[in-house]
């Protein structure tokens, strides 16, 4: 599988999460062990409305969409891991009108559970939060076909 | 938020309204909250754009997080006299079963209140309140 592959699955994933669909996420970056998406800046998620910076659930939401995806990258069979926690420290606000990105990479995978880490940051490199997560593997078959082959892009 | 005149209002009343609607966020995942005597009841209405999982179909995690996340804020906000939004230091959030494309109920609880930091526990349900779908629990630091 080739970084292009894995970014075409990754797309058309999370193309049918309604969510990251609604917050407007894309993929920027794919390699074997991690994955890089993009949270573009929108009024609509502002939490603090007095210095328009964007609420830590959409930044939540942006690192749990990487640490999930990533096993699309990270696994050879597309699997869908659920998340069995999520930890986030923040650094420091987002800086408003500039996207956020989440970089994920898995360190540790076993049979049952996989370990991600995830940093997000802006433009220059400042980290705006970190998260470690675990997620659970149940097996490709808790998936229909129909849907696999449909982010797989081809029979599974 | 820093009007505190929508806080002021929002305690008198024990309407959300005002309060939410000064949130962006807020209104873009749709939480809302009732307010029983002392006990304030968040809740997130069913609603297609918050999905994650098409398949059962499921809320996004994320949602979940920031749903229960901005609960806590706005708990706490109430739970004290200050008029701002406090920040949010870390979160730690255990899923226990899958949210369902229904109406997801969260209540907050001080745990610890210091000078400077604040323990907050959340517990998210949808059908039955003996069966959270998720608890977390967050640091807020409360100075300035």
Redesign the interface.
């Given at each position: 599988m080739d970084n292009q592959i894995r970014a075409d699955r990754v797309t058309r994933f999370i193309d049918?999460?309604?969510?990251?669909k609604?917050l407007g996420l894309t993929v920027t970056e794919t390699t074997e062990c991690s994955l890089t998406l993009c949270l573009p800046y929108n009024?609509?998620?502002?939490?603090?409305?007095?210095t328009g910076v964007?609420?830590?659930?959409?930044i939540?939401?942006?690192?749990?969409?990487t640490s999930?995806s990533l096993m699309l990258c990270a696994l050879e069979v597309f699997e869908?891991c659920?998340?069995?926690?999520?930890?986030?420290?923040?650094m420091r606000p987002a800086e408003p009108h500039k996207p956020v990105y989440a970089r994920a990479e898995v360190y540790r995978m076993t049979r049952n559970i996989i370990f991600t880490r995830c940093e997000a940051y802006q433009e220059g490199g400042e980290t705006v939060a970190n998260c470690v997560g675990t997620f659970m593997r149940i097996g490709p078959q808790a998936?229909?076909k129909a849907?696999r082959e449909k982010i797989t892009g081809g029979p599974v | 938020m820093t009007d505190p005149e929508i806080l002021k209002y929002t305690r008198e009343t024990g309407d959300f309204s005002r309060l939410i609607n000064s949130v962006p966020y807020a209104k873009f995942i749709g939480l809302e909250c009732d307010q029983f005597g002392d006990d304030l009841i968040f809740r997130l209405p069913a609603k297609d754009q918050n999905l994650g999982n098409p398949v059962l179909p499921a809320i996004h995690g994320g949602v979940i997080g920031g749903f229960m996340e901005l609960s806590a804020a706005i708990y706490l906000m109430l739970a004290q006299e200050t008029v701002r939004m406090p920040r949010i230091v870390n979160f730690s959030l255990d899923y226990l079963r899958a949210g369902l494309d229904r109406e997801t109920y969260a209540e907050c609880k001080l745990t610890r209140q210091g000078n400077r930091v604040a323990n907050v526990m959340i517990t998210a349900w949808q059908k039955s309140r003996s069966k959270p779908i998720s608890t977390a629990r967050a640091h807020f630091l409360l100075e300035d």
């Amino acid at each position: 599988m080739d970084n292009q592959i894995r970014a075409d699955r990754v797309t058309r994933f999370i193309d049918t999460l309604n969510q990251a669909k609604e917050l407007g996420l894309t993929v920027t970056e794919t390699t074997e062990c991690s994955l890089t998406l993009c949270l573009p800046y929108n009024e609509k998620i502002i939490g603090n409305p007095d210095t328009g910076v964007i609420h830590g659930g959409a930044i939540t939401t942006l690192m749990d969409t990487t640490s999930g995806s990533l096993m699309l990258c990270a696994l050879e069979v597309f699997e869908l891991c659920p998340t069995l926690d999520l930890r986030v420290d923040y650094m420091r606000p987002a800086e408003p009108h500039k996207p956020v990105y989440a970089r994920a990479e898995v360190y540790r995978m076993t049979r049952n559970i996989i370990f991600t880490r995830c940093e997000a940051y802006q433009e220059g490199g400042e980290t705006v939060a970190n998260c470690v997560g675990t997620f659970m593997r149940i097996g490709p078959q808790a998936l229909p076909k129909a849907y696999r082959e449909k982010i797989t892009g081809g029979p599974v | 938020m820093t009007d505190p005149e929508i806080l002021k209002y929002t305690r008198e009343t024990g309407d959300f309204s005002r309060l939410i609607n000064s949130v962006p966020y807020a209104k873009f995942i749709g939480l809302e909250c009732d307010q029983f005597g002392d006990d304030l009841i968040f809740r997130l209405p069913a609603k297609d754009q918050n999905l994650g999982n098409p398949v059962l179909p499921a809320i996004h995690g994320g949602v979940i997080g920031g749903f229960m996340e901005l609960s806590a804020a706005i708990y706490l906000m109430l739970a004290q006299e200050t008029v701002r939004m406090p920040r949010i230091v870390n979160f730690s959030l255990d899923y226990l079963r899958a949210g369902l494309d229904r109406e997801t109920y969260a209540e907050c609880k001080l745990t610890r209140q210091g000078n400077r930091v604040a323990n907050v526990m959340i517990t998210a349900w949808q059908k039955s309140r003996s069966k959270p779908i998720s608890t977390a629990r967050a640091h807020f630091l409360l100075e300035d």
